[in-house]
């Protein structure tokens, strides 16, 4: 079975990470965990967003509503991942980002979590993820890494 972490993000953030460009996210330690990321959009709205958030994207809460891989982590650096890089943070770099075709309402959790084998199903279940024709990491069959 496939080894996956999910980490909760608050609102807009998360939309910013599955909807649009947010290729970082920052965090107050770093990780060496490498690999598949659920994204889970949390309950919660954070108030200091950097970049205005986009009214089109659908703004879900307490659901997984896609995946990336998280590739690497490093401590923020003067002007470094501008636009989205918090400083004073570890920025953990995301790559492959593919949104759900349908968000999975779950509970999520503080840091990195490890989510259950029905989790996981009912996302690998999910074989048509969102498509976005101008991102080219979009992919058109099934979430990355998540293939049985």
Not at 33 to 50: D, E, F, P, W
Request: hydrophobic fraction near 35%.
């Amino acid at each position: 079975m496939t080894t996956a972490r999910a980490l909760t993000v608050r609102q807009p953030y998360a939309d910013a990470i599955v909807y649009g460009p947010k290729r970082i996210e920052n965090r107050p330690r770093p990780t060496k965990y490498r690999g598949l990321l659920l994204i889970h959009a949390g309950l919660v709205t954070y108030r200091g967003l950097l970049p205005p958030a986009n009214p089109d994207w659908p703004d879900e809460r307490g659901a997984i509503i896609g995946t990336a891989q998280l590739v690497g982590c490093h401590r923020a650096t003067e002007g470094c991942c501008l636009e989205w890089g918090f400083r004073d943070s570890w920025h953990w770099e995301l790559a492959d980002v593919l949104a759900l075709a349908a968000p999975l309402s779950v509970r999520g959790a503080l840091g990195l979590w490890t989510p259950s084998e029905d989790i996981l199903r009912a996302i690998r279940q999910q074989r048509c993820p969102m498509r976005d024709e101008s991102r080219s990491d979009s992919r058109p069959d099934t979430a990355r890494g998540l293939e049985p």
